[in-house]
């Protein structure tokens, strides 16, 4: 709820007599009921909530913040797994059933009510508003720990300009020389790359458990300071800075894929590892695990759940066509994650061919794969100083496009919720998103310790991995059952002129609700504590995961015991009262919320 309106009426009982002489002193809107007024308006300062300089800026914020390193890492270890080429069946068919439809539908809700994620989703069903909440919680967690990635990107691409690669031989002061190799040595050999030596030893000085914090590495600790300060400078000025930014972001990584699909395709070994790729196992496609992996990964690669699409598309003219950037923005991320695909497996052919050992035993996912295995990629080419910078580079604005998004929903949390208030305190916009980009700098402190790469991988996994399944069964659940289809399909047609197609209004009604359902259902069933290689972390540090889980979680039954509880009547009536939209389907003007600008509405607690 917007707070420091001066119109606004809050939470007490309004006599007829003063709704007059307030709809006679604002010559309210024909057919508006003043009984059903609105109890969660944007306040006076929405009428300057900026807006995207062209359609395009938000197309390539969008695609920015969807094509991350999950794309690079996690997308072709995933399909090689699971059938290789037959895995882009079950794929795209998720993309159809679930991605593209809750892609619409989070755009749709941020252009309607231009508010983010917690107000947004308060106004649609506010007996689970904490659904909002619990996605800010989990945006502004997911900075604390990402931004250390871009940091690692950094500390590489700083490295990346030595005459001799520092992970190019063992004959280095970090190295353990008698379990060192100068090449990858496959998953059977005792023996350490020279490059995950690198990794181990120089970058992370990793410690032998999370029990073990070691102290702070200054050499990343200052380079987490420069990545916030990338971020700082990139979002500072709202949609008006990062519009500009991502016009880079965005688009240099496909630059730097194609250029290193060119290279790879010529190196000896790499169209085997294409083909290891793509080579169909169709028996994989009976197995219900396969479709499950499949939507995870659709509805995680696309980043549904996380607020910050909504927070995105809340920036968007109000009549934008959002059914147009849907296609772009999930189809361009799907494309990627195939481009991705070539361009890792073909590096990773390579280097069988290399070392003549098989693709199996090198394909891995997740950091190792980028820090680890490509960085010996590029020790073995020509230029390799020019290869490893390019890439770096690359990685650094794969994450920053992904940081700037889930830094904007806290920004834009605070913003919605607090408005002339914080203001008041902050005096400028530019000072509040450094007091958010200063606080997710300080949580960020334990992961750069020497023991910080557990507690990076304890958060990622209860945060990424547990959390967001929860938020998202209970957003679609908001939106798709309680809210309705009919009601979405008339926001949509309100903006576009027309509603939504059978094929949307189907999938938000069945398909849609019962996947994620499935996907929450297997992730329960399949979970299994947190892990670093074979390092097992203890129950303690699980127990402590489980809580950073709840931070999240917790807000979506604290937020609906809030909402019966202020509520008045029996049980039953406080529960119907609570799942009553407040948001405004009424209007028949193309604009209904510029109206709502003009008119600002007063707030009433009505238990009729």
Not at 82 to 88: E, V
Not at 282 to 300: D, I, P, R, S, Y
Request: net charge neutral; charged share 15%.
């Amino acid at each position: 709820m917007g707070l420091g309106a001066e119109n606004t009426i809050s939470r007490g009982k309004v006599s007829a007599a003063a709704i007059e002489v307030y709809l006679d002193q604002t010559d309210a809107l024909p057919g508006t009921d003043p009984r059903r007024l609105d109890n969660t308006m944007p306040e006076k300062a929405e009428e300057e909530r900026p807006t995207w300089g062209r359609n395009l800026e938000f197309i390539l914020a969008s695609v920015g913040y969807a094509v991350g390193l999950g794309n690079v890492w996690r997308f072709p270890y995933l399909c090689y797994r699971s059938g290789g080429g037959a895995f882009l069946i079950p794929y795209f068919t998720m993309l159809l059933l679930c991605g593209i439809p809750l892609l619409f539908m989070e755009f749709a809700i941020g252009q309607y009510t231009r508010l983010g994620p917690v107000h947004a989703l308060a106004k649609i069903c506010p007996l689970l508003k904490g659904v909002g909440v619990a996605t800010t919680v989990i945006s502004f967690l997911m900075c604390t720990y990402y931004n250390v990635i871009i940091t690692w990107a950094l500390y590489y691409f700083l490295n990346s300009f030595w005459t001799t690669l520092p992970w190019q031989s063992c004959n280095n002061s970090w190295n353990a020389v008698e379990n060192c190799s100068s090449g990858l040595t496959g998953n059977a050999s005792n023996l350490q790359s020279a490059s995950q030596q690198f990794f181990d030893r120089k970058l992370l000085e990793k410690t032998d458990g999370i029990e073990e914090a070691g102290g702070v590495r200054w050499e990343l600790f200052g380079l987490l300071l420069v990545a916030w300060a990338i971020v700082y400078l990139c979002i500072f000025k709202g949609v008006k800075s990062t519009g500009k930014v991502v016009y880079f972001t965005a688009l240099f990584p496909y630059f730097v894929l194609f250029a290193l699909l060119i290279n790879n395709v010529q190196l000896p070994g790499a169209v085997n590892g294409i083909i290891y790729f793509l080579t169909p196992v169709w028996g994989k496609l009976l197995e219900v695990q396969v479709w499950v992996n499949a939507a995870a990964q659709v509805f995680n690669s696309i980043g549904i759940g996380f607020g910050s699409m909504i927070s995105l598309a809340s920036y968007n003219k109000f009549n934008n066509n959002i059914l147009r950037d849907t296609l772009i923005v999930a189809l361009t991320n799907s494309a990627t994650s195939i481009l991705a695909g070539f361009v890792i497996f073909s590096a990773i052919g390579y280097m069988a061919h290399v070392h003549n050992l098989p693709v199996d035993d090198i394909a891995t996912d997740g950091p190792g794969l980028v820090f680890v295995v490509y960085p010996e990629v590029f020790s073995t080419m020509p230029v390799p100083q020019l290869w490893a910078a390019l890439f770096f580079l690359m990685l650094l604005c794969l994450g920053l496009d992904s940081q700037f998004s889930m830094a904007e929903v806290a920004v834009t949390y605070v913003v919605d919720e607090f408005g002339v208030k914080v203001l008041r305190i902050f005096k400028r916009r530019e000072l509040l998103v450094l007091a958010v980009c200063s606080t997710c700098f300080l949580f960020g402190i334990p992961h750069i310790t020497r023991g910080g790469i557990y507690v990076f991988q304890l958060m990622d996994h209860y945060t990424a991995v547990v959390s967001l399944m929860f938020l998202a069964f209970f957003e679609v659940l908001a939106v798709c059952w309680i809210f309705g289809v009919s009601r979405i399909s008339k926001m949509i047609k309100i903006m576009l002129g027309k509603e939504p197609n059978l094929f949307f209004r189907l999938n938000w009604m069945v398909a849609t609700p019962l996947l994620v359902l499935v996907i929450l259902v297997s992730s329960i069933a399949q979970y299994s504590p947190a892990h670093y290689g074979k390092y097992v972390f203890p129950a303690w540090a699980n127990v402590v995961g489980w809580g950073i889980s709840l931070l999240s979680i917790v807000c979506i039954p604290l937020g609906a015991l809030q909402e019966i509880w202020r509520n008045e009547g029996t049980l039953l009536q406080r529960i119907k009262h609570a799942i009553k939209p407040t948001i405004d389907l009424d209007a028949e003007d193309d604009h209904p919320e510029e109206k709502k600008l003009k008119y600002p509405l007063i707030t009433i607690n009505s238990h009729d």
